[in-house]
C-alpha cells in the first residue's frame, strides 16, 4: 500500500470525477461500487446515473438494496437485464466465465450511457482486485471503461475507512460476487443451483454470519466463513440446523472448509 492518506486519494477521486463531466456507474450494492456512487453523485450529482444488472446470479436482497439506496440518496437508477446464463458458452462455466459477463454487462451499460448522453461508463474494482485472477477487468480495458477507485490507487480498507467517514451503512458489508463464483470451472451452471448457492448463503447470513461463501461441487455444498466464525459453525446446534437445511434444498453432502473464506478460492483449480 502506498504513503498517500486515504484523505488524499479522495480528494484525487474527486477530482478525477470532476472531470468525467458525466458517468453512468455499474452498481451492484457492494462496498466499492456504493462508495464510487457516493462520491460520484455528491460531485457531479444529476449527471450520474447508477446502472445496476438484474440476472438469476445477483441475488435479489442486492438488488433491492441497490434500489433502495438510489431512493435515499436521490439518484438516478436504471436496472437492466442481463441474464449471463444466456450468454453463449457461459453455461458451461470456462476459465473466462467473468469475462463473458463483464463484456456482455458493459456493453449494455455502454448502450444505456450513449442515449443518456453520459460521457463515460465507470466500475468499482480497487488496487485489491490486481492481484487475483480478474478476466473481468480484460472486458473493462477493452470497453474503454473507467475504474476511478483504482486510478487513484484505493485498496479496500481504505474505501471502507473512507465509506464509514461518509456514514455508508456499506463501510462494514461483506465482500460480495456474483453467485456464478462459486462453481467449480467447467462445472455446468444452472438456474436451479444458482438458486441452491442463494438460499444456503441467504440461510447463514440471518443465522448472523458475515464473510461467507457456499461453494458448489456437483451436488456437494463446500462451505466457507471467516476464521472467527468457523467453531460457531461447528457447534452442534448451529450445525444441524445449517446440514438439515442445505440436504433439504437439494446438496448430498454438506462440508465446513476448516481453510475458512478466502476470496477467488476457486482459482487454486487453475493450472499455475
Known sequence: MDSTTPAKKLLA?????????????????????TFLLKVAHDVLGDQVVAVTARSCSFPVRELKEAEEFCRKE??????????????EGFRHNPRNR????KHELFTKI???AQENHLAYVAEGSNMDD????????KAVAELH???PLRYVGLYKEEIRQL?????LTTWNKQSFACLSSRFVYGEEISPEKLSMVDKAEQLLLDLGFTQLRVRIHGTIARIEVGQD????????????QVSEALHGLGFSYVTLDMDGYQTGSMNRTLPK
Open 98 to 101: 467473468c469475462y463473458l459477463c
Open 229 to 240: 466464525e468457523i467453531l460457531r459453525l461447528a457447534a452442534p446446534e448451529i450445525r444441524r
Open 13 to 33: 477521486l474527486k477530482a478525477y470525477l470532476n472531470n468525467l463531466n458525466s458517468v453512468a456507474i455499474a452498481f451492484s450494492s457492494g462496498v466499492d461500487s
Open 145 to 147: 471503461v473507467v475504474s
Open 110 to 112: 455502454i448502450a444505456i
Open 163 to 167: 465509506s464509514k467517514e461518509l456514514g
Open 130 to 137: 490486481n492481484g487475483d485472477y480478474r478476466p473481468g477487468l
Open 74 to 87: 436521490g439518484i438516478r437508477h436504471i436496472i437492466v437485464d442481463s441474464e449471463e446464463l444466456d450468454i
